[in-house]
């Protein structure tokens, strides 16, 4: 079946460590990858995106790259700060009709980045 | 500005009384769907819908119905809560995907109601 799996965390960082989130996923086919972030109390908004193999997606200092032989899309930053607390899930798309591709998320890491 | 509402935000019920969730978006898009957030797993999806009438049940559809009888809108119906479907509930939207660039269109959310039923 289609699922993804990532570290839950909760995770502290102090501000400037480097952020290494883990997500692997298994899916049939070739699915698209990303990373949604949540901050408190608000909707998912797509932070970065990758829709083949070897793609990088990246966005506000955050990394990621397909890798399609470890069936990873690990989420990298150089430098947190304290507004990147918040809770980040990676997500996969699958073609599964006609014109409509699922999303299947992973359970969420809860980052929270100290001063 | 292009957004995804939801309403209400917060709400507080009793085991078994009907209440409706709406959510409705502005930016022409076909496709909605229904998620519920629960610790440690993740958003699932309840229902689909990829156009006007036309709806799909995703991964956790009982006890939830949906209507899409205008484009804009998308309302959740719980016709008899339990507390098992207390939780915190995201309406999103996306475009119908154009050709096959770009696969998978993002997603918008809306802002979440978190539900407790009693």
């Known amino acids: 079946g289609n699922s993804v799996t990532q570290m839950e965390g909760p995770v502290t960082l102090s501000e400037e460590a480097f952020l290494t989130i883990n997500c692997t996923y298994t899916?049939?086919?070739?699915?698209?990858l990303f990373w949604y972030v949540q901050y408190p109390g608000e909707g998912l908004q797509l932070l970065l995106k990758a829709t083949k193999a070897d793609d990088k997606g990246s966005n506000k200092g955050f990394e990621a790259t397909y890798r399609k032989e470890t069936t990873s899309f690990h989420l990298e930053k150089g430098s947190v700060q304290v507004s990147d607390s918040a809770v980040y899930f990676c997500a996969l798309s699958v073609n599964i009709k006609t014109s409509y591709d699922k999303v299947i998320f992973g359970p969420g890491t809860s980052l929270s980045v100290i001063p | 500005e292009a957004q995804v509402t939801q309403n209400p935000r917060y709400l507080i019920t009793v085991t078994g009384k009907k209440l409706t969730v709406t959510c409705s978006q502005n930016m022409n898009h076909e496709y909605m769907s229904w998620y519920r957030q629960d610790p440690g797993l993740g958003l699932r999806q309840i229902y689909y819908?990829?156009?006007?009438?036309?709806?799909d049940k995703g991964d956790v559809p009982e006890g939830y119905k949906v209507s899409r009888k205008e484009k804009r809108n998308f309302p959740l119906i719980l016709e008899s809560p339990s507390p098992n479907q207390t939780s915190l509930y995201f309406c999103a939207s996306s475009p119908k995907p154009r050709g096959t660039s770009g696969r998978r269109k993002t997603q918008y959310f809306g802002p979440g109601t978190r539900l407790l039923v009693l």
């Open positions: 819908s990829m156009n006007v009438e036309v709806t």
């Open positions: 899916a049939t086919g070739y699915p698209s």
